[in-house]
């Protein structure tokens, strides 16, 4: 079975610095990793996918994440991070094999930006 | 991206009444949609998946007599919550995924979601 894990509840970073959130993920094969964003009483909204090729994936509003097969991890980051940035954060992933099933989704990473 | 409308954004009612909520993919047919539930500062959970023409899967633990799912067209699905109770209350958000919505290989596309508050 496929999981994921953030395992920060919660990450602080002051505006203009460089952030970071962590996900793991375990999957059978080669996994279809995703993050979402979600502001407060919103749905979900897509910031970037790995599926293949280039480990270091490109995303909306400045993000970006790191495919790290040896370390089963696709941590989120930002070199530079804006107040408007503070939301809640999930990780997700596919098993490839799984066709149109649902993503299988962390628990969320709420970053909060200081100004 | 593909868009996903939902409605309503908020509802309230009497307990023991019926809400139903809608989920649409405005630009591509939705061959698949999901229904979750979410309590406040928690992930997602699934309750349904709901395949157009065919009658939805339930997740263990999710009452399916409670939670009427409906997923008439390629582009419309409604989840009725039945004889509503507080504990009912909760953000319901739903997703869609289909061949020119991103396919296997792609993401989900999420409704805005939907704040029930059963009194």
Request: charged share 15%; with cysteine; net charge neutral.
């Amino acid at each position: 079975a496929q999981s994921v894990a953030q395992p920060e509840d919660q990450v602080n970073v002051a505006e203009g610095n460089p952030l970071t959130v962590k996900c793991t993920y375990s999957v059978s094969g080669n996994p279809y990793l995703f993050w979402y964003v979600q502001y407060p009483n919103r749905g979900l909204q897509f910031l970037l996918k790995y599926i293949t090729g280039d480990n270091l994936v490109k995303g909306s509003y400045g993000f970006e994440a790191e495919f790290n097969k040896s370390q089963t991890s696709f941590h989120l980051k930002k070199p530079s991070a804006l107040v408007s940035d503070s939301a809640l954060y999930f990780c997700a992933v596919r098993d490839p094999n799984s066709g149109y099933s649902t993503l299988t989704f962390g628990k969320g990473t709420m970053l909060l930006v200081s100004p | 991206g593909a868009v996903v409308s939902q409605h309503p954004s908020w509802v309230i009612c009497k307990s023991g009444t019926s809400v139903k909520i809608e989920c649409r993919s405005l630009d591509f047919q939705a061959t698949t949609m999901f229904w979750y539930r979410q309590f406040p500062k928690q992930s997602l959970m699934l309750m349904a998946t709901s395949n157009e023409g065919s009658k939805a899967t339930y997740e263990q633990g999710v009452e399916k007599d409670k939670f009427l799912i409906n997923h008439a067209s390629l582009t419309l699905s409604t989840l009725t919550v039945t004889s509503a109770h507080p504990e009912d209350s909760s953000f319901y958000i739903c997703s869609a995924s289909g061949l020119a919505g991103g396919g296997v290989t792609g993401e989900l596309f999420f409704g805005e979601g939907s704040r029930l508050t059963v009194l």
